[in-house]
């Protein structure tokens, strides 16, 4: 089976800078992916680690250590509209599966 | 750009009754497409994996009979809640994947808002 976690929630003011980290057990390992959720609407791709180390994109940063199952989310420059839910999810090794965390609720306060 | 549209974006339908949801690539061809259901303030769980022109592999614990999902091109897949439940109200969400590869960017459509009453 797999499982991830995550913080439930995550409070931070605008401007500031926010991790949001990510631990995973899987079977097996085919990357690690970050959505962003506003409510009511669909989820965003935000960021995908296959390899250990630091993707950036913007504002956002993602790090992957897959000796250590764990990887986080960084946000830069807060913004009010970065107030979201964030999951991680990662990709069954053996198959085509999705499995996401349980989601992290930023709240970007002003 | 990679979009994916639902339809319908929300339902309100009695209980017995059956209800079909359609999730489209617009502008890609999805060989794997995906089937999520979203319980208010919970992650998204997987329900099935739909690949084009062959049966869908559903996940453990969800009822293949109950949600009918059809893959029929590379473009639409299809799923339908038969006989529907107040608990089977919930936020229902696609995804499409573009092409094969080790990239594991999905697309996802803006879901479906079902109620039973």
């Known amino acids: 089976g797999q499982s991830l976690e995550q913080p439930s929630e995550v409070t931070a003011v605008e401007g500031a800078i926010v991790q949001i980290n990510c631990t995973y057990q899987t079977s097996g390992f085919y990357g690690l992916s970050w959505y962003q959720q506003h409510d009511g609407g669909a989820p965003t791709f935000l960021s995908y680690?296959?390899?250990?180390g630091l993707e950036e994109t913007g504002r956002f940063s993602s790090f992957l250590s897959r000796s250590d199952s764990y990887g986080y989310l960084l946000l830069q420059e807060l913004q009010m509209k970065d107030s979201a839910s964030y999951f991680c999810?990662?990709?069954?090794?053996?198959?085509?599966?999705?499995?996401f965390g349980p989601g992290t609720r930023l709240s970007v306060l002003p | 750009g990679a979009v994916v549209s639902q339809h319908p974006s929300w339902v309100i339908c009695k209980s017995g009754t059956s209800v079909k949801i359609e999730c489209r690539s617009l502008d890609f061809q999805a060989t794997t497409m995906f089937w999520y259901r979203q319980f208010p303030k919970q992650s998204l769980m997987l329900m099935a994996t739909s690949n084009e022109g062959s049966k869908a592999t559903y996940e453990q614990g969800v009822e293949k009979d109950k949600f009918l999902i059809n893959h029929a091109s590379l473009t639409l897949s299809t799923l339908t809640v038969t006989s529907a439940h107040p608990e089977d109200s919930s936020f229902y969400i696609c995804?499409?994947?573009?092409?094969?590869?080790?990239?594991?960017?999905?697309?996802f459509g803006p879901g479906t808002r079902l109620t039973v009453l």
């Open positions: 999810a990662v990709r069954d090794n053996y198959g085509q599966n999705f499995v």
């Open positions: 995804s499409a994947q573009k092409g094969g590869g080790t990239y594991n960017e999905q697309f």
């Open positions: 680690n296959a390899l250990d």
